[in-house]
T-cell receptor
Framework: AQTVTQSQPEMSVQEAETVTLSCTYD???????LFWYKQPPSRQMILVIR??????QNATENRFSVNFQKAAKSFSLKISDSQLGDAAMYFC???????????????FGKGMKLTVNP | EAQVTQNPRYLITVTGKKLTVTCSQN?????MSWYRQDPGLGLRQIYY???????DKGDVPEGYKVSRKEKRNFPLILESPSPNQTSLYFC?????????????FGEGSRLTVL
């Protein structure tokens, strides 16, 4: 069974600085998707960024980028120029590719609370 | 506006009193799913549905029922709630076959069972 591990339950960063959130996963599949979701105090789950395993290029969305290391099964999220609005719970998630009989079932890590200090 | 709508958003109930949390999506998605979120455990899947009349258990299905009579609706039923079902519940949907794995989430339903 696939598992997702977020080893740091909490982190803090100063406003305008850069922070990296770590995530590792375990799977025997070769094709899959990885995600970072953000959950602010409003509780809404917001997709931050998505990475396809077959793509070597790391995904980027504005201030958010990932470091995807397929061999190491590592998927870290870098937030640049941190803003107060980035304070939230962050969840790493894995989904098998549809071609391998997978559904859209996401397997989530336990989450990490990010605090942004002014 | 494309969205997943859950109701109620907040509910306090007592042990054994049957309740239903409704979920509706307006995106014509085939796939729908329920998750529960507990501190330190992340989100865990309760049930999912690939299409109308097709449902299957997730990782933590005990104490829950679901039905999928219409494509847009996927209610979560707690026949006899217990305090260990106090949690934050999320409904989510996806366009099956998109191959993206991306889920669209509702805003969550906070349930307290006394």
């Amino acid at each position: 069974a696939q598992t997702v591990t977020q080893s740091q339950p909490e982190m803090s960063v100063q406003e305008a600085e850069t922070v990296t959130l770590s995530c590792t996963y375990d799977t025997s599949e070769s094709d899959y998707y990885l995600f970072w979701y953000k959950q602010p105090p409003s509780r809404q789950m917001i997709l931050v960024i998505r990475q396809e395993a077959y793509k070597q290029q790391n995904a980027t969305e504005n201030r958010f980028s990932v470091n995807f290391q397929k061999a190491a099964k590592s998927f870290s999220l870098k937030i640049s120029d941190s803003q107060l609005g980035d304070a939230a719970m962050y969840f790493c998630a894995y989904a098998p590719a549809l071609t391998q009989g997978g559904s859209e079932k996401l397997v989530f890590g336990k989450g990490m609370k990010l605090t942004v200090n002014p | 506006e494309a969205q997943v709508t859950q109701n109620p958003r907040y509910l306090i109930t007592v042990t054994g009193k049957k309740l239903t949390v409704t979920c509706s999506q307006n995106m014509n998605h085939e796939y729908m799913s329920w998750y529960r979120q507990d501190p330190g455990l992340g989100l865990r899947q309760i049930y999912y549905s690939m299409n109308v009349e097709v449902t299957d258990k997730g990782d933590v299905p005990e104490g829950y029922k679901v039905s999928r009579k219409e494509k847009r609706n996927f209610p979560l039923i707690l026949e006899s709630p217990s305090p260990n079902q106090t949690s934050l519940y999320f409904c989510a949907s996806s366009l099956r076959g998109s191959g993206t794995g991306e889920l669209f989430f509702g805003e969550g339903s906070r349930l307290t069972v006394l």
